[in-house]
């Protein structure tokens, strides 16, 4: 059974490649002896090996730890802060995968080109994702934020069989869910609830699309 705090403690020293067990215990500002209690509870969950005296990690391993950690009652705001912007991505999308959105990320369109972070489509309605990995969000860059993830959406909607699309901000340092122009401003900590209701918020949300 894997220890939360040792988990979590071991999250900023899963980098992609091999590194030697100082370079771990640098990573994650633990002693050499923590370090192989935290490297025995990750590889007893399947995330990295020993390999010619190092240890690999793969790409998806932080990810997947941080899945765990969330599922293991680590508040999903402390962890979202040690992932970076490619990461945060994931996670979205993780959340909408559980809650059994059809998911795409970086969702490409052409004439004009736009690019979508994450795309969740549920029952024929999407929910297009803007990730904002800020951590100074003014009220004028999030307002901007909106007008272009409402273009990007009516853009969206215009190329796909959809029969609905909400635009929606994801940020990680945001504490409570708000709305500008009526589009959701969701913190990365709420997005889970706001999918659990994302069909109510559907007829709540007067969509600009």
Known sequence: MMNLSTLVKGIPGIIPGGL????????????????????DNLMQNGIGEYREEQIHFKDSDKLKTCIIAISMGSPIEEISRMLEWQD???????????????????????KPRMQIDVVGIKSGVAIL?????????????LQEAVKKQIIR????????????AIPAIVTL????????????IIPIHQLDSFCDEFYGNIEEIQSSV
Not at 20 to 36: C, G, L, P, R, V
Not at 94 to 107: A, I, P, S
Not at 153 to 164: A, L
Request: charged letters at 30%; hydrophobic letters at 35%; one cysteine or more.
């Open 153 to 164: 959406t009516k853009h969206f909607v215009s190329k796909t069989k959809v029969r609905g």
């Open 88 to 110: 945060f991505e994931s996670l979205a999308a993780e959340v909408l995968e559980k809650r059994e959105f059809d998911t795409t990320k970086n969702v490409i369109l052409t």
């Open 173 to 184: 340092y945001q504490h409570d869910l708000q709305f500008i122009d009526k589009v959701p």
């Open 129 to 141: 994702v803007d990730c904002k990995h800020w951590n100074n969000m003014t009220h004028s860059a």
């Open 20 to 39: 030697s067990i100082k370079d771990f215990s640098m990573a994650t500002q633990t002693s050499e002896d923590m370090t192989k209690i935290i490297l």
